[in-house]
C-alpha cells in the first residue's frame, strides 16, 4: 500500500516501522500497496489512494467473470467504478511493473531488467528516478506506502521508500510472499471460507482489506473527495494449477507477453466525479503518474515519460490518449525490442517464449520449456474478437487491410524503438548476502543464521 498524505492532514498514518500499526483502520499486512494522497477537506485537489494487487489475473475477481471468486468489496467498487477491459502493466512480473507504475516510464528506463530484485541485491530503483510520491510531495502532499516494494533495500536501506519521496514505509522490501502471491496466507476468520481453497482464502482477505479501506474512507469523511484506483502488478502465475490465479479467457500467465501476463483488472473510484460504467479504452500502469499530476495540479518530471493523462477516460470524452502498447519481456534488451505490440485492436507478436511461471497450463506456448521463437512476419491477432489470441489473421493470407495494419504497427514500433533508451541495469550489479535483511544483523554466515525465534 502506498499513501500520500497532504502535510496538514495526518490522522491515521503509520509511523516509523511498528508492526501491528494501522492506517486509517487498515491491517499493515495486506498485500497490496496503496497510494494515499490527502490533502484536507478544505483543499480543492483531490486525495488518492492507489491499490497494487500481487500476481491477481485478469479473471481472478467476480466483476471480472470468476464463478466462485469472494470478493463482494471490489465488486462493489467495480459497479460503482469505471471498470477497464483492456489496462496492462508494463511487465509480466513484479519489480519492474513497480518501477513503471512509480515513475511512469518503461522499466528499461530505470535499469530495472532482467528479472526481479532478490532479498541481496546490490541495485535497487535509482534515486534519481523521480516516484509519483516525489511528485505530489513536491504538490503539498504528505505520502506513505504500505506493503511489499520489491524495488530494493541497498547499503544501509538506501532504497527503501522513504528515499524515494515517502514520508512513512511500512512493509517488507521485497516478495513477503502473502495472500495472492505464493504461497498464499488467509487469517484464522478467511481460512476455509472459500470455494476456491487457499488462494480463495487469501483473496477473500485481500478483498475485505480493501473493503475497510473503503470503509475508513467514508469514516473519515473523505470519500468523496479521493480517487481510488485498483489494479494487479502482473498476471497470475500459474504454476500451481488450482493454488495459483486466473487469467480468465486470456492467454498464458506471469512471465509472458501474452494477454494473460500483463492485461490487468483495474478499477477507478470516485464518487460524485467517475460516472460508474465499463471502458474498453487502452490503458495502462505508466499512465498513474501524469494523470495523478494533472489531477493534483502538479508538474511533470522533465525526464522521457512513457505515460499518458488518463482524464479523457475518467472524466470526458471517454477516449484515451494512449492508442499503442508495447510488451517487453522480464528480460528485454535492445536487440530484441519489444516481443509484442498492440495498435488499436490489433497486436503483432514479434517473438513469443514460455515462462515457469505459467507452466501447467494445457497450453504449452506458455510452458517455461518453450523457447523464445521469432515471428516473421509477426502473429497477429484481433483483441476485440479474439482476446484469448487463438487465431493469427495471416494464417490466411495477407489483404491490403491487414497489409496497412502491419505497416503501422512496424512504424509505431521502429520509431518506440529509436525513443527507448536503456539504463544501466541494477540486477545486474549482483547481490550480496549481507544486505539481506537479518533478525541477528550480526551473525556469520548470512543468510542462512539468520533465524529468527
Not at 498524505?5 to 487498515?26: D, E, F, H, I, T
Not at 487457499?198 to 467514508?218: I, N, R, W
Not at 470526458?316 to 505490440?341: C, E, I, N, W
Amino acid at each position: 500500500m502506498v499513501l500520500g498524505v497532504r502535510a496538514r492532514y495526518r490522522r491515521g498514518l503509520p509511523g516509523g516501522s511498528a508492526m501491528g500499526q494501522r492506517v486509517l483502520g487498515v491491517p499493515w499486512a495486506v498485500a497490496f500497496l496503496a497510494l494515499l494522497a490527502l490533502r484536507g477537506a478544505a483543499a480543492a485537489a483531490p486525495n488518492f489512494v492507489l491499490v497494487l494487487a500481487d500476481d491477481l489475473g485478469f479473471g481472478d475477481l467476480g466483476s471480472y467473470g470468476h464463478p466462485s471468486s469472494a470478493t463482494p468489496h471490489l465488486d462493489w467498487m467495480a459497479s460503482r467504478g469505471l471498470r477497464f477491459t483492456d489496462f496492462y502493466s508494463s511487465s509480466s512480473v513484479c519489480s519492474p511493473s513497480r518501477a513503471a507504475l512509480l515513475t511512469g516510464r518503461f522499466q528499461m528506463r530505470s535499469g530495472v531488467y532482467p528479472g526481479v530484485f532478490s532479498p541481496g541485491s546490490r541495485g535497487g530503483l535509482p534515486l534519481s528516478e523521480v516516484t509519483i510520491a516525489e511528485v505530489l510531495k513536491a504538490a503539498g502532499y504528505a505520502t506513505a506506502m504500505v506493503g511489499k516494494w520489491h524495488l530494493g533495500l541497498g547499503m544501509n536501506a538506501s532504497f527503501l521508500p522513504i528515499h524515494q519521496g515517502f514520508d512513512h514505509f511500512l512493509g517488507v522490501p521485497y516478495s513477503h510472499d502473502q495472500h495472492t502471491h505464493y504461497p498464499q496466507f488467509a487469517s484464522q476468520e478467511y481460512t476455509g471460507q472459500s470455494q476456491r481453497g487457499p488462494f480463495g482464502d487469501a483473496l477473500a482477505e485481500f478483498d475485505g482489506s480493501v473493503g475497510q479501506l473503503l470503509q475508513a474512507l467514508k469514516d473519515n469523511g473523505l470519500a468523496n473527495t479521493t480517487l481510488v484506483f485498483f489494479t494487479s502488478d502482473n498476471g497470475p502465475s500459474t504454476l500451481r494449477m488450482a493454488r495459483g490465479g486466473s487469467s480468465g479467457l486470456l492467454k498464458c500467465g506471469k512471465g509472458t507477453t501474452y494477454e494473460g501476463g500483463m492485461r490487468e483488472p483495474a478499477v477507478a473510484y470516485w464518487p460524485g466525479r467517475i460516472t460508474p460504467g465499463v471502458t474498453h479504452e487502452l490503458a495502462s500502469t505508466l499512465d498513474v503518474l501524469p494523470t495523478l499530476t494533472a489531477l493534483a495540479g502538479a508538474a511533470l518530471p522533465k525526464v522521457a515519460l512513457d505515460g499518458y493523462d488518463l482524464s479523457p477516460v475518467l472524466f470526458g470524452s471517454g477516449k484515451s490518449p494512449r492508442q499503442t502498447m508495447f510488451f517487453y519481456p522480464p528480460s528485454p534488451d535492445p536487440l530484441h525490442g519489444p516481443f509484442a505490440v498492440r495498435f488499436g485492436k490489433y497486436k503483432a507478436h514479434y517473438f513469443t517464449q514460455g515462462s515457469l511461471h505459467s507452466d501447467t497450463t494445457p497450453d504449452e506456448a506458455c510452458h517455461g520449456l518453450t523457447p523464445l521463437t521469432p515471428h516473421l512476419p509477426p502473429l497477429l491477432f484481433d483483441l476485440e474478437s479474439d482476446p484469448a489470441e487463438n487465431y493469427d489473421l495471416l494464417q490466411s493470407g495477407v489483404g491490403p487491410e491487414l497489409l496497412q495494419v502491419l505497416k503501422e504497427i512496424e512504424l509505431h514500433k521502429v520509431l518506440f524503438e529509436q525513443r527507448m533508451e536503456f539504463g544501466e541495469s541494477q540486477i545486474r550489479k549482483g547481490r550480496d548476502p549481507a544486505l539481506q535483511p537479518c533478525c541477528v544483523p550480526n551473525c556469520t554466515p548470512k543468510p542462512s543464521c539468520c533465524h529468527c525465534s
